[in-house]
T-cell receptor, first 112, second 117 residues
Framework: EDKVVQSPLSLVVHEGDTVTLNCSYEVTNFRSLLWYKQEKKAPTFLFMLTSSGIEKKSGRLSSILDKKELFSILNITATQTGDSAVYLCACNYGGATNKLIFGTGTLLAVQP | EAGVTQFPSHSVIEKGQTVTLRCDPISGHDNLYWYRRVMGKEIKFLLHFVKESKQDESGMPNNRFLAERTGGTYSTLKVQPAELEDSGVYFC???????????????FGSGTRLTVV
């Protein structure tokens, strides 16, 4: 059965810390992996990764995919309270649908 | 650019009643998806429209759920009759297609929180 597993389920850090969020997957017909940030309402898109070893970066956030070991990490450096959110990892498994299979998410709380 | 709009944002109905959720995708997005998050579980795929056609409805739980996308614009998801286990947050997402996914991903709406009592 296809699955996406995120760890940790939750963590609490202080402003300025660096955090690493993990996502492992077992997905047939894997096409890509996406990271989303969900604060109160709609998940907002962060990255889509399709190739191994190529880091994607946006400000203090970066992510990389390892298609051999079937995992991805999302790094956030110099965390701020505004980074507090649920971070969702999802795999796009191909075919005509391009539907997503999600992990349960990691709840990040950044304390001042 | 307007985002994906869903309404209502919240709905509380009694078991056995009917509820209709609506999603307005980003204009020009041919692909429209419905997902659902049941409390404590991950977000799960329900179905996918390409324009007005159902591309994949393998995630629909049962025949109490009916989705439509008349004219290939907005979509509705009707639950009739609602059961307690239908409670959850229903998300809609849209995309223009594969060419734009790496830049914008799928754009999600804020969801409709459905509570069946």
């Amino acid at each position: 059965e296809d699955k996406v597993v995120q760890s940790p389920l939750s963590l609490v850090v202080h402003e300025g810390d660096t955090v690493t969020l993990n996502c492992s997957y077992e997905v047939t017909n894997f096409r890509s992996l996406l990271w989303y940030k969900q604060e109160k309402k709609a998940p907002t898109f962060l990255f889509m990764l399709t190739s191994s070893g190529i880091e994607k970066k946006s400000g203090r956030l970066s992510s990389i995919l390892d298609k051999k070991e079937l995992f991805s990490i999302l790094n956030i450096t110099a965390t701020q309270t505004g980074d507090s959110a649920v971070y969702l990892c999802a795999c796009n498994y191909g075919g005509a649908t391009n539907k997503l299979i999600f992990g349960t998410g990691t709840l990040l709380a950044v304390q001042p | 650019e307007a985002g994906v709009t869903q309404f209502p944002s919240h709905s509380v109905i009694e078991k056995g009643q009917t509820v209709t959720l609506r999603c307005d995708p980003i204009s020009g997005h041919d692909n429209l998806y419905w997902y659902r998050r049941v409390m404590g579980k991950e977000i799960k795929f329900l179905l996918h429209f390409v324009k007005e056609s159902k591309q994949d409805e393998s995630g629909m739980p049962n025949n109490r759920f009916l989705a439509e996308r008349t004219g290939g614009t907005y979509s509705t998801l009707k639950v009739q009759p609602a059961e307690l286990e239908d409670s959850g947050v229903y998300f809609c997402a849209s995309s223009a297609g594969l060419a734009t996914l790496s830049l914008y991903g799928y754009t999600f709406g804020s969801g409709t929180r459905l509570t069946v009592v």
